[in-house]
């Protein structure tokens, strides 16, 4: 609650213990009487209600005004972040048949690093090392995942491993990305605001600037749109390394996401081209999933390697999370990440460059052979 003022403090205090508490990542409130919270992965119930809608509505309309917006009928929904970096989203009635609808995604001062993904059993030491090699050589990467998956957490991650020398820009909606290196310029969109004068800034002429600005690699928060068109070309345009998020449930449906946000602007290039580009730019897809069990985990590690002769995209998996059980005690899923038996195409790229890792680290592992025979 530091971020706020004692006015606002008043206003959040049905939920004041929510917000100081560390372990709560999101509040959600779908109208005054219902609040749910995620606490390590998992949304659970609370006891937490506000008075009335009139007091909620309120407490929203302070949080606005002290980040100069304004919610009301006219403006029925906010997207704002608050200067602590938390983002909050609402949506007013009659639109939110529940009443207001409210979701605050805190900001964790604490940045999950590669050995906290390790630790957590997101991700195996094998990968994560495979991760950096892919990193160091300059492979265009693409984040996939559902809302929530852990996507921004990875790509800040993946950012954090960019040789420090490399001049790296950053483009976001919201500026979420604290990726720790030496030369990193970081750019954040701008809505149009009329009452201002200001005019919108997107995520597309941001990508036209860094082209301009002497980039090695340049990294796209969050691709929704026709800027992912600019993302696609900066990867095949020499900026090898270069980096976004896309929502997509797997790494064969990020390729085709990734297409049809292409082809959402007015482009002339022709549809098949546009497939071709796509096939061609992204080689690595790192796909994250929030599992029922509350786990956020990396599902998939795959290589693109193009189109075949039908059209389609060709993604293969180099590793993936297996699951191989349940606890009984804390409903817990169990399992580790195993390597699929895939050479990717760029294991010269590894050798030429002595890069300590042998292939037979994409090998399988036995158990997971006898578990497929048992289980067929
Ligand atoms: N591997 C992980 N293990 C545990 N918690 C994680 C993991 N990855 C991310 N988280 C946590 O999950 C929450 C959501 O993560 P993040 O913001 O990275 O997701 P996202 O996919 O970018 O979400 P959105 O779709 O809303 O942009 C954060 O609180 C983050 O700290
Ligand atoms: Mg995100």
Not at 98 to 118: C, H, P
Not at 149 to 174: C, F, Y
Request: charged share 25%; aromatic share 6%; glycine share 8%.
């Amino acid at each position: 609650m530091s971020v706020f003022s004692d006015a606002i403090k008043t206003f959040l205090s049905p939920i004041g213990d929510l917000l100081d508490n560390p372990d709560v990542s999101e509040v959600m409130i779908n109208g005054p009487n219902e609040i749910f919270v995620e606490k390590k992965g998992l949304v659970l119930k609370t006891e937490n209600t506000f008075p009335n809608e009139e007091a909620l509505i309120s407490a929203m309309r302070a949080i606005a005004q002290s980040v100069g917006r304004v919610i009301d009928n006219d403006n029925p929904r906010l997207d704002a972040r608050l200067p602590d970096g938390s983002r909050i989203h609402v949506v007013l009635p009659p639109m939110a048949k529940n009443g207001t609808t409210v979701a605050i995604r805190k900001f964790s001062q604490e940045k999950l690093t590669l050995n906290d993904l390790i630790s957590f059993g997101s991700m195996s030491k094998s990968a994560a090392r495979f991760l950096d090699i892919c990193i160091y050589l300059g492979k265009n990467l693409v984040v996939s995942g559902g809302t929530g998956s852990g996507k921004t957490t990875m790509l800040n991650v993946l950012g954090s491993r960019i040789p420090k020398t490399q001049r790296l820009i950053i483009i976001e909606d919201a500026a979420e990305l604290q990726v720790k290196a030496e030369h990193v310029v970081n750019f954040e969109t701008r809505k149009a605001d009329p009452t201002l004068g200001t005019t919108e800034v997107t995520i597309r002429d941001l990508v036209i600037s860094s082209m301009r600005l002497r980039p090695d690699r340049i990294i796209v928060g969050e691709v929704r749109g026709e800027e992912a068109l600019d993302l696609i070309q900066v990867m095949n345009t020499g900026h090898d390394g270069s980096m976004g998020t896309v929502h997509a449930n797997n790494p064969l449906d990020a390729c085709t996401r990734l297409e049809t946000l292409c082809l959402m602007g007015d482009t002339k290039i022709p549809p098949d081209a546009v497939k071709k580009m796509v096939g061609s730019a992204m080689q690595v897809i790192v796909q994250c999933s929030r599992y029922h069990d509350g786990g956020r985990r990396t599902s998939h590690i795959s290589e693109v390697l193009g189109l075949d002769n039908h059209g389609n995209y060709i993604t293969r998996d180099i590793f993936k999370w297996v699951q191989t059980g349940k606890c009984p005690e804390t409903g817990k899923y169990i399992g580790e990440m195993i390597p699929c038996n895939y050479v990717p195409s760029f294991f010269e790229d590894i050798v030429i460059n002595k890069l300590p890792f042998p292939k037979s680290n994409f090998i399988s592992p036995d158990w997971y052979h006898e578990m497929k025979k048992k289980a067929a």
